[in-house]
């Protein structure tokens, strides 16, 4: 049994390969390939404001990509292979690695956002055919947990156009001196170079990710509707009083200390009329969840 952690979550995994690595190839062609955040969005009444977050883990539903034509531009500029590891997802930063664990047979893959998506509301992921068929999906929404791959994340934010570091760079430059004092064991400007070099070549492709799926415990879990996240456990009272729930305290990363649930919900169709209804009572922020 080996220990897995990612953005400094550490799950124990049992590693079996069932299906072989192939080797990385970069993508034939690519259209302003960039970072990207991007404008807050509604889809079927429900807002997404994305945004940068590089503690990311979460729990809901998957689906797969349908909708997308194979060569299509996705919204940080890759080219859409319904072959592809990659996947869409409402809010976080574009592109961004995660990895991503069927909880009903313990399935898990290592992807790449690269889209905004999905547009049917209550679902967390909108996954190729191709990821979706190592994880062993089905038409029906599968129950994931997504997990970011916080090294691989950041990289893209610091190397990409349109990344952060971006305000950084353009700052204009005096004429200052300055000498390495004190330098971190292991570091050389070496270092530094090869990742400037990541960086201005980083706009012309990006590496496929290696089709790869690994075998971990299959934990299940339960549908709930999480009707909003507060700082306050007064706030969360209110919001579980308008949707027909509880207060919880929340024990994930995420912004706020107090959860307002309602739940469970033996299927993904009573889950969804439970989202219904708490949208219809002005709820917009709520979503699906896994518990």
């Given at each position: 049994?080996?220990?897995?952690?990612?953005?400094?979550?550490?799950?124990?995994?049992?590693?079996?390969?069932?299906?072989?690595?192939?080797?990385?190839?970069?993508?034939?062609?690519?259209?302003?390939?960039?970072?990207?955040?991007?404008?807050?969005?509604?889809?079927?009444?429900?807002?997404?404001?994305?945004?940068?977050?590089?503690?990311?883990?979460?729990?809901?539903?998957?689906?797969?990509?349908?909708?997308?034509?194979?060569?299509?531009?996705?919204?940080?500029?890759?080219?859409?292979?319904?072959?592809?590891?990659?996947?869409?997802?409402?809010?976080?930063?574009?592109?961004?690695?995660?990895?991503?664990?069927?909880?009903?047979?313990?399935?898990?893959?290592?992807?790449?956002?690269?889209?905004?998506?999905?547009?049917?509301?209550?679902?967390?992921?909108?996954?190729?055919?191709?990821?979706?068929?190592?994880?062993?999906?089905?038409?029906?929404?599968?129950?994931?947990?997504?997990?970011?791959?916080?090294?691989?994340?950041?990289?893209?934010?610091?190397?990409?156009?349109?990344?952060?570091?971006?305000?950084?760079?353009?700052?204009?430059?005096?004429?200052?001196?300055?000498?390495?004092?004190?330098?971190?064991?292991?570091?050389?400007?070496?270092?530094?170079?090869?990742?400037?070099?990541?960086?201005?070549?980083?706009?012309?492709?990006?590496?496929?990710?290696?089709?790869n799926v690994m075998q971990g415990y299959a934990t299940g879990g339960t549908l709930w509707i999480e009707l909003g996240r507060f700082t306050g456990r007064q706030y969360a009272a209110l919001a579980a009083q308008r949707g027909g729930g509880t207060v919880w305290s929340a024990?994930?990363?995420?912004?706020?200390?107090?959860?307002?649930?309602?739940?469970?919900?033996?299927?993904?169709?009573?889950?969804?009329?439970?989202?219904?209804?708490?949208?219809?009572?002005?709820?917009?922020?709520?979503?699906?969840?896994?518990?």
């Amino acid at each position: 049994m080996k220990s897995v952690r990612f953005c400094g979550t550490t799950g124990l995994l049992l590693l079996f390969p069932l299906a072989g690595c192939q080797m990385q190839k970069k993508s034939e062609q690519v259209a302003n390939l960039h970072f990207e955040t991007g404008p807050a969005w509604k889809s079927e009444g429900i807002w997404h404001y994305p945004h940068m977050d590089f503690s990311y883990q979460d729990t809901g539903l998957a689906v797969i990509d349908h909708r997308r034509k194979a060569g299509s531009v996705t919204a940080d500029g890759e080219i859409y292979d319904p072959q592809g590891m990659t996947a869409s997802h409402p809010f976080l930063q574009l592109p961004a690695v995660v990895v991503v664990r069927n909880l009903d047979n313990g399935r898990y893959v290592r992807i790449r956002l690269n889209d905004r998506g999905p547009t049917h509301r209550g679902r967390l992921l909108s996954v190729t055919p191709r990821v979706a068929s190592l994880l062993g999906m089905t038409n029906e929404p599968a129950r994931v947990e997504v997990i970011e791959d916080v090294p691989a994340s950041r990289s893209f934010a610091e190397d990409l156009p349109g990344g952060p570091r971006v305000a950084i760079d353009t700052a204009p430059v005096g004429d200052v001196k300055s000498e390495v004092l004190d330098r971190p064991l292991g570091s050389s400007g070496q270092d530094a170079q090869a990742s400037s070099s990541a960086g201005n070549g980083a706009s012309s492709s990006l590496m496929q990710l290696p089709v790869n799926v690994m075998q971990g415990y299959a934990t299940g879990g339960t549908l709930w509707i999480e009707l909003g996240r507060f700082t306050g456990r007064q706030y969360a009272a209110l919001a579980a009083q308008r949707g027909g729930g509880t207060v919880w305290s929340a024990t994930t990363p995420g912004s706020g200390r107090w959860l307002a649930l309602t739940g469970p919900f033996a299927s993904v169709a009573e889950a969804d009329a439970a989202l219904d209804r708490a949208v219809a009572v002005g709820l917009t922020g709520a979503r699906i969840v896994v518990r």
